[in-house]
C-alpha cells in the first residue's frame, strides 16, 4: 500500500470512529493526573497532544494550566473538539508532517494513537524535531505482552491477533525513539480502574457485560474498522453465555497477571 492510500485509509477509519466518538471516551482524571505527573510541567510552557482526536485529554489538560495545541488528521474528530473548546489551537496534519518550527514546544502527548502513525520512525523523528531540549514526550500504549493477557482474547482471539500486526510493541517503540534523537525512554505500567471513566478497548476490563455492546466495541478502532462482523457476534454470544453460567469469572481468573494493561512510554530529549 502507498503512502496515500494508507493516509487515505487510516483517515477513513478515523472519521467512522470520530462520528460517535465522545459516547464513549472521555478524559479520565487519574490519567490526566499521572500525565501531569510525568510531563513535570513549568510555569509559561507549550505542549503538543498528537492524535489528540475530539480533544478530550488536550481540554483536560489545559482546564489544569496547561498551554496546548491539538493536532490530529481527523476533520471529523477535531470539528468536534472545536465546538468544545474554541479557545485551543486545533491542527489537522499527520504526525510525520506537521507545519510546526523547530523546537516549538516544551512537551508532547500521545494518547493511543501510535498504533495509527503512517511511519512510526518518521512521525518520531518529527515529534523530535519540534520538541525543545530538555522536553519530554509521554506516550500511553499498550505492549504486546500486555495485550496477550487480557480476557478479551478469550471471546475475539482473531480480533486480538491481528491487534498485535499493528500495534507497535515496546521494544520497536524504544528502538524508533532512540533511533529518533531521544536520550533517555522509561516505562510505567499502568492497571485499569474499577470506575475509570475513558472507554477504550480493555477500560472495562472489571465489567464484562459492556463488551456485549456493539456501539461500545464500535469506540474502538479494532472493532470499528479492522474486525468482521462475524467475528464480533460470535465472541458477543460466546460472552454472553459465560456471563449467563458464570464460566467468565474463571475466564478472568486464568488472565490475571502482573504484567500491567498498558504503559506509558516516557522518553527525555
Known amino acids: 500500500m502507498c503512502v496515500i492510500e494508507e493516509s487515505e485509509s487510516k483517515m477513513t477509519i478515523y472519521n467512522k470512529i470520530g462520528r460517535k466518538y465522545d459516547e464513549t471516551r472521555s478524559a479520565d482524571a487519574r490519567i490526566t493526573k499521572i500525565l ?3 510531563l513535570n510541567p513549568s510555569d509559561s510552557q507549550n505542549f503538543l497532544d498528537i492524535g489528540c482526536g475530539t480533544g478530550n485529554y488536550t481540554i483536560a489538560l489545559q482546564k489544569n494550566g496547561f498551554s496546548l ?9 477535531l470539528n468536534q473538539a472545536k465546538q468544545k473548546n474554541s479557545t485551543i489551537d486545533w491542527v489537522q496534519a499527520f ?5 510546526f518550527l523547530d523546537e516549538s514546544f516544551d512537551g508532547a502527548i500521545c494518547i493511543f494513537a501510535i498504533h495509527h502513525f503512517l511511519n512510526l520512525q518518521s512521525a518520531f523523528k518529527e515529534v523530535f524535531r519540534i520538541l525543545r531540549n530538555d522536553s519530554r514526550f509521554v506516550i500511553f500504549t ?3 505482552e500486555q495485550l496477550k493477557n487480557y480476557w478479551l482474547n478469550h471471546y475475539f482471539p482473531s480480533s486480538m491477533k491481528r491487534l498485535l500486526t ?5 521494544e520497536l517503540v524504544q528502538k524508533s525513539l532512540f533511533s529518533a534523537g531521544f536520550k533517555t525512554v522509561s516505562f510505567e505500567d499502568y492497571e485499569i480502574d474499577i470506575d475509570l471513566t475513558d472507554h477504550f ?13 456493539k ?4 469506540g474502538s478502532s479494532l472493532f470499528s474498522g479492522k474486525s468482521t462482523e462475524k467475528e464480533i457476534d460470535d465472541g458477543i454470544s460466546m460472552l454472553l453465555s459465560d456471563i449467563k453460567n458464570g464460566e467468565i469469572n474463571d475466564v478472568i481468573k486464568r488472565y490475571q497477571n502482573d504484567k500491567g494493561d498498558y504503559k506509558f ?3 527525555n530529549k
Open 36 to 38: 501531569i505527573t510525568l
Open 69 to 77: 495545541v491539538g493536532l490530529d488528521p481527523s476533520e471529523v474528530m
Open 95 to 99: 504526525c510525520e508532517d506537521t507545519p
Open 142 to 144: 499498550g505492549c504486546h
Open 166 to 170: 499493528y500495534m507497535p510493541d515496546i
Open 201 to 213: 478497548l480493555y477500560s472495562n476490563k472489571h465489567d464484562p457485560i459492556a463488551y456485549t455492546d
Open 215 to 218: 456501539e461500545f466495541l464500535y
Open 265 to 267: 512510554v516516557i522518553a
